[in-house]
């Protein structure tokens, strides 16, 4: 633990200007980073006596061993270089809110020729027209199921889009009415998009409108006696009315603006959004975070700010923004908003009405989810605690093993051997930590040999990132050299109470005699065998056997599978790219623009390969030296064999054309 006093800056050194400040601790980590209007203030505030402090800020400035800042010439500036720093260093000491999952949002795809409707989770892509996001995906499709009645739009993928325009029928939606089926070109691309157009203009609040423009056309109908178009109309705004109300309206005057909202206790916080687009909530999404910082409600308001709307431009950033708490630096948060809007935007707390209303709405969802957060988080912890306990004693550790990582090794018949590592920690998997390797030293099948080499590479990385430190000595193991340290969290920059390997006693004593050529004698060492579930330790002639009620056997084999599935994904991964990999692939230097430009020119690699060395010349990028090259390449490279219809005895020739790329042909088959 260090003593702030020890790397306090002089005084003086630190200017009185806007800025962003980085602590880091003695391994060089960016712990904790914030920004100040005036950086001598803000800092000379970290400095005082640390009884006087924050526990939680005591603890930050204490674990710390330097701090540095950046300059900048404006608090908007510092703003948005705070949130690039955390989103970059992901530091200990911040609040980061992190959703619980992925909500959905209803997208329509109006990037695409023929814009398609359909549910969509994860970032947002240029050109797809977004409305929510939704808690759960069986709203959406509630709602555009009713939708669909009025504005037929495609919904189906682009495989059987295709499927259907080759064979010349639509699909079921096309028949029953739910869709103007443009795969078959019963409306033009320009007539699907006004269809699409509509949609999203009802969709973004404006109904009246459109409901009085339904409701003109099904009296006219009914005057003409036309009274299976009327009744037809009155069925579809009917539909029209059911879809609107599912989104009540919640304010008067068709308001845009999110309403945030925080229910926070002494060690967590709630934050809940309610999106209302038109007066009507459009969306729910909510974070649960530990409060790692001395931070008040205003302080939590103004980071979910940032993680909110910090990806975020144009109309995604609503006219109107209200919190429960104004931020310190409000008029600087405002100009931000507005740069991403790129319009005047209004954050403030509602005092009275309908929109004070919604806040209290809004608050009593963010103290049920906290309330259900803790509830949950308690039975988890005790489960979790008393595995752990479980294992330590199992093991005989001298504590409980707090991070666990676990090895497998994964190869179809001794081709393309790969090896997985899984971090959990506090019994929870940590995503972010899993790693996986390549088989380097040797060819084939030994899976002692393989978890003997993974584990000397991943303890070999610690030992390099302690070598920085000080704590330990080149003479002590290899290295690979220093590398350059710039605060970002490392790949194996810690150091587990526990290695699990997927295997019986070879694994375990091939992990541990990496680890003693290495010299670290601190981390535990066991395996999983799959046959009996037993767990073998280093040097022993008989297994420890966990009761099958056991928490800890079970975290064990959540471990242990959760290895496995990451072995085998990335194997077979790396073993589907090896399949589709052709002649061209080989080629060095040849990137995939240029490969393109190869089979855009002639159509087929069949063609390619029957070309001469000057005709390949004349695709734009190839030089003389590439053409030679390429030509040799396809010259060594035996040739698929014909396909045969079976059917008819017909042979058929390999005439890819320019959109299969290089797969028809992969020489050998596997």
């Not at 109107?320 to 948060?333: G, S």
């Not at 993974?454 to 070999?460: I, T």
């Not at 670290?520 to 073998?536: N, T």
């Amino acid at each position: 633990m260090a003593d702030p006093s020890s790397y306090r800056p002089q005084p003086g050194q630190i200017p009185d200007s806007p800025g962003v400040y980085k602590f880091r601790d003695e391994h060089r980590r960016v712990i904790y980073v914030g920004k100040a209007k005036s950086l001598r203030q803000r800092l000379a505030s970290y400095f005082q006596d640390v009884a006087n402090l924050h526990p939680r800020t005591a603890t930050m400035v204490t674990t710390a061993a330097s701090v540095e800042w950046t300059v900048v010439s404006t608090e908007v500036e510092a703003l948005q270089l705070e949130y690039s720093w955390i989103k970059e260093f992901d530091p200990r000491f911040n609040v980061k809110y992190r959703d619980d999952k992925s909500y959905p949002s209803l997208a329509v795809t109006m990037n695409e020729e023929y814009p398609r409707v359909q549910v969509m989770r994860g970032p947002k892509k240029k050109g797809v027209r977004y409305f929510g996001p939704y808690g759960h995906a069986w709203a959406i499709r509630e709602t555009v199921d009713l939708m669909l009645r009025v504005f037929p739009v495609r919904t189906c993928s682009a495989g059987v889009f295709k499927r259907s325009a080759q064979i010349g029928r639509p699909c079921l939606l096309g028949y029953i009415g739910k869709c103007s089926a443009p795969c078959v070109g019963r409306v033009t691309p320009d007539e699907h998009r006004e269809l699409a157009e509509d949609f999203c203009d009802f969709m973004a609040g404006r109904t009246g409108t459109y409901l009085s423009r339904l409701e003109a056309r099904m009296h006219e109908a009914a005057e003409d006696m036309e009274y299976e178009k009327a009744a037809r109309l009155r069925d579809d705004i009917g539909a029209l009315r059911r879809a609107m109300e599912k989104n009540a309206v919640v304010l008067a005057d068709a308001t845009d603006a999110d309403l945030i909202a925080v229910a926070e206790d002494e060690l967590e916080a709630a934050v809940q959004i309610f999106h209302v687009r038109g007066g009507r909530v459009r969306g729910q999404r909510g974070w649960v975070t530990d409060k790692v910082e001395a931070v008040d409600t205003a302080g939590l308001v103004e980071h979910a700010l940032q993680q909110l709307y910090g990806e975020e431009k144009g109309e995604a950033v609503p006219k109107e923004v209200l919190v429960p708490a104004l931020p310190e630096d409000t008029p600087v948060l405002s100009q931000w908003l507005a740069e991403r809007r790129g319009a005047q935007v209004s954050l403030r707390i509602p005092q009275r009405g309908d929109k004070k209303a919604l806040m209290e709405t809004v608050h009593r969802n963010a103290q049920q989810s906290l309330a259900l957060h803790k509830t949950k988080r308690a039975a988890d912890l005790t489960t979790r605690s008393r595995a752990l306990e479980e294992i330590a004693e199992a093991l005989e550790l001298d504590g409980a093993p707090l991070r666990i990582e676990c090895f497998d090794i994964s190869h179809l018949q001794g081709d393309d051997v790969v090896a997985s590592m899984v971090v959990f920690e506090d019994g929870l998997a940590r995503k972010s930590e899993y790693r996986r390797f390549q088989i380097k030293s040797f060819e084939g099948q030994d899976d002692v040999r393989s978890m003997h080499e993974v584990v000397s590479r991943r303890f070999r990385r610690y030992l390099q990132e302690k070598l920085k430190t000080g704590e330990w000595s080149p003479e002590d193991g290899e290295t690979d050299g220093p590398e350059e340290d710039d605060g970002r969290p490392k790949r194996f920059a810690y150091p587990p109470q526990l290695v699990v390997v997927d295997g019986g006693r070879p694994q375990v004593t091939a992990a541990q005699r990496a680890l003693e050529e290495l010299g670290i004698d601190d981390v535990a060492v066991c395996g999983l065998a799959k046959r009996l579930e037993e767990v073998w330790l280093p040097g022993e002639d008989d297994p420890v056997v966990l009761p099958r009620t056991s928490e800890g056997l079970y975290l064990l084999q959540r471990v242990r599978d959760e290895a496995h599935r990451f072995a085998i994904q990335y194997q077979r991964n790396k073993r589907g790219k090896r399949f589709k990999a052709g002649p061209l692939d080989e080629v060095p230097g040849l990137g995939e623009s240029r490969k393109q430009a190869l089979i855009k020119h002639f159509g087929s690699v069949k063609k390619l390969r029957a070309a001469t060395i000057d005709q390949i010349c004349e695709v734009p990028g190839i030089g003389r030296k590439t053409a030679e090259t390429v030509a040799a390449a396809l010259a060594r490279a035996v040739p698929a064999r014909p396909a045969v219809n079976m059917a008819t005895g017909e042979i058929i020739e390999d005439e890819t054309p320019a959109s299969a790329g290089t797969s028809s042909e992969r020489g050998t088959t596997p």
